[in-house]
């Protein structure tokens, strides 16, 4: 098969194979039978994997943009840098990319082609989405021969498709509850699979604090004899400073302090996760001067990450999807703006804990907009299941409206100038109402 348009490349690489006596086998099983296909699909791509240099993120929260930092501050440094990321918010491309643009459509064409043609080596198979999309990013970045691929894992992370890296550094940013039908019910559980990133010869480093989760990552660590840095004493942040549109720091090191360090992401959280990303791009570029992180986290910014995108009333676009998200979502609200009063547009798929992601919001005694995100492949809530689970929270519902765009336009009509608007609860909620924008 030859695909010549960028249309009908995207299109395969997205589509979903025909596998329904998959849906009965239990999710974790489904996602390490994946896994263990992947070693013969890059085999018949010529195994890219192995010739690339790679820093392999995981986490629960902020693994994209740990993972946009450090490929801002490899690209300050004159290396070549691919970035692999999941899922997207502007276009599909977005989640390939080459020194901070999205993969064009002719490498996207012909990286589509080999894929497609490493998969019909395989007879009798065909390979999910996800399995596509790793081998794609991985054949495009040897292809272009990129110095360093940084590789965010989906979900997860033992049996996570990206997991056929060596990487050089394997971050783990944090751990919290989300994708439990997969990962387990327990934080040690969702640690074990996390940690499963950690290889034999990379730096593993975590901003993981609670203790049970960190037995488990120091076990993962020492089972492969991999050095571990955590985020407390040895590697730490200080004097950071929220406003609008950006959030500055100090860096601690052991004997290293670099000072004046700011990143166009707004968020305590943000601090603590350009430290994972400057001690990973120190320990591949030991030569890193501060002068050249300081101009990397400058250009590390991505869409839908407390992305202000109108004023009068003000506009927030955010990805929050899970309890943890929400909370640091929160808590940054009111360190960065100032409203009258707060609507928040809200969806989120039926596999997500919304009720703390609402109890949560219940504490900032919002005017609530329900509504349903956008996706084929995902199971939702409706906007009226939204809306009950809300008010069950004690939260003011103004409307229930399945659409986004329709949901978009009563939180507008109902606003006043004064007034903040977020819109959260989904990746796929905010990049089915963005382009309003931008």
């Not at 999910?128 to 991985?138: D, G, S």
């Not at 955010?318 to 969806?347: E, S, Y």
């Not at 995100?373 to 399945?402: C, F, K, M, N, Y």
Request: net charge neutral; charged share 15%; proline share 6%.
């Amino acid at each position: 098969m030859t695909f010549t348009t960028i249309a009908a490349a995207v299109a395969y690489i997205e589509g979903i194979p025909d596998q329904p006596s998959a849906m009965h086998v239990p999710p974790e099983q489904r996602q390490a039978a994946r896994f263990g296909e992947m070693p013969a699909l890059l085999a018949a791509l010529g195994d890219p994997q192995a010739r690339l240099r790679t820093i392999h993120v995981t986490g629960t929260s902020g693994k994209g943009s740990t993972a946009t930092m450090v490929a801002a501050i490899a690209r300050a440094a004159g290396l070549h840098v691919g970035l692999y990321t999941n899922p997207y918010v502007v276009a599909s491309q977005e989640r390939v990319q080459f020194d901070g643009a999205f993969i064009s459509d002719a490498d996207f064409i012909t990286a589509a082609n080999a894929v497609a043609d490493a998969a019909a080596q395989i007879p009798g198979w065909q390979p999910h989405v996800k399995q596509k999309w790793v081998a794609l990013a991985l054949y495009a970045f040897a292809r272009a021969g990129v110095d360093l691929a940084v590789v965010e894992v989906g979900m997860g992370g033992r049996f996570d498709e990206t997991n056929v890296i060596q990487p050089a550094v394997a971050i783990i940013t944090n751990i919290g509850f989300d994708h439990m039908e997969f990962l387990g019910p327990t934080l040690s559980q969702i640690a074990w699979h996390k940690a499963g990133i950690i290889k034999a010869g990379a730096l593993a480093v975590t901003g993981a604090t609670q203790p049970d989760v960190l037995a488990v990552i120091q076990h993962a660590a020492q089972a492969v004899g991999a050095p571990l840095v955590v985020l407390g004493p040895a590697l730490a942040v200080a004097d950071v400073q929220v406003a609008r549109g950006r959030t500055c720091f100090t860096y601690h090191e052991e004997q290293t302090t670099i000072t004046d360090l700011c990143v166009p992401l707004p968020g305590t959280y943000q601090a603590q996760n350009a430290a994972l990303a400057i001690r990973a791009a120190r320990h591949v570029l030991p030569d890193l001067a501060p002068a050249t992180i300081r101009a990397g986290l400058a250009t590390a910014w991505l869409p839908g990450r407390f992305e202000i995108v109108a004023e009068h009333p003000t506009v927030v676009l955010d990805v929050a999807h899970n309890p943890d998200k929400m909370r640091a979502l929160l808590a940054t609200l009111p360190a960065t703006l100032h409203w009258r009063r707060l609507w928040v547009v809200f969806g989120a798929l039926e596999a997500k804990e919304i009720a703390p992601m609402l109890a949560a919001l219940a504490s900032m005694q919002p005017h609530l907009v329900a509504t349903t995100p956008v996706i084929a492949v995902r199971r939702t809530l409706s906007a009226d299941q939204v809306a009950a689970a809300a008010r069950a929270q004690g939260i003011t519902v103004s409307a229930s409206e399945p659409d986004p765009q329709r949901a978009i336009d009563r939180a507008l009509a109902l606003a006043e100038p004064a007034d903040v608007i977020v819109v959260t609860g989904s990746l796929y909620l905010v990049s089915a109402v963005r382009g309003r924008w931008r």
